[in-house]
Structure formats: C-alpha cells, structure tokens
C-alpha cells in the first residue's frame, strides 16, 4: 500500500488523470486524501509524492474553484512543508545538488518528475548487465528528498 492507494503508479496515475481532465472516480476525495497525507507525513521516503501531488494539482483546483476549502488547505499544508523543509536545509550534507550548475526551475509536468523518482527508487542493477548504471544517477533518490530540494518542490509558485 502506498498511503490509502494500492501503489504509487496508482496515485500517480490519479494525479495525471485530474490534471489531465480524466479523473477516475472523484477528483475532490483524491485531493483530499493526498493533502491529508502530506499534512500529516513531512519525514518519510513517500514525502516527496504527497508534496509534488498537491503541488501538481493546484493549478487545477484554481481554475475548477469547485472546492476553495481544499484550496486552502492545500496551500496551508504546503506552507507548513516548505517551513519544515528550510529548517532541514542546514542539515543537508550533500556537497552537490542536481540544479548546482544552474537555476532550478520545478518541471513543468510534476506527475512525470514523480515517475522518474519512482523509476530511480525502483532501481536495481542487473546481474546480468554489471555496465548497466542508475537512472539520474545512484544518489538521486535521496538527492531528490534532500530538504532543500523538497522546499523548491513545496515553494513551486505554479502550485496553489
């Protein structure tokens, strides 16, 4: 289980769907349950999903302005986050980052940027393939999580 989802594709497939103007089952609940998520876990791997899920569908929630509770909601949770996150950066130990060679700029396509960590967390190398190397690298994943990386995800201004 990933949160109240069977998997990650799951919930990354529901993300896509609402961005997309396709959601399956009710795009509120999914909302609801991905702020929920996001409000009440900032430390754990699965983190950076809920942070880039509500991020993803904010600009959606904006223009449907079916549901200005969640909205707020999702704007406070996010707030919360990226406070949480900048008292973190100081206790990065990391002697570079995947943006330190220029701007970061947050992909325009958060759901892809989410399948990508999930590509690079599900990584495991071949036997058979010892030259075979890890997608964007073998630390990514936890580049990907570092707190200064999360806050630019949580700070992302196309979000609420």
């Not at 769907?17 to 959601?23: K, L, S, T």
């Not at 707030?79 to 060679?101: I, K, M, N, Y």
Request: hydrophobic letters at 35%; a negative charge.
């Amino acid at each position: 289980m990933f949160g109240p989802w069977n998997d990650i594709d799951e919930f990354t497939s529901r993300i896509e769907n609402i961005i997309g103007g396709y959601p399956s089952g009710d795009p509120w609940e999914t909302i609801d349950l991905c702020i929920s998520e996001l409000e009440t876990d900032l430390d754990s791997d699965a983190t950076v999903y809920w942070v880039l899920g509500v991020a993803a569908v904010g600009p959606w929630m904006e223009w449907c302005d079916e549901r200005p509770d969640l909205v707020s909601r999702a704007e406070k949770a996010l707030e919360v986050a990226l406070a949480a996150f900048r008292q973190g950066e100081d206790s990065c130990t990391h002697d570079t980052h995947p943006w330190d060679e220029g701007p970061f700029v947050v992909p325009d396509d958060l759901t892809a940027f989410m399948y990508q960590v999930q590509e690079a967390d599900d990584w495991e190398p071949d036997p058979e393939y010892p030259e075979d190397e890890a997608p964007y690298g073998t630390d990514s994943s936890e580049l990907m999580r570092c707190p200064r990386n999360m806050a630019a995800f949580a700070r992302n201004p196309a979000a609420v």
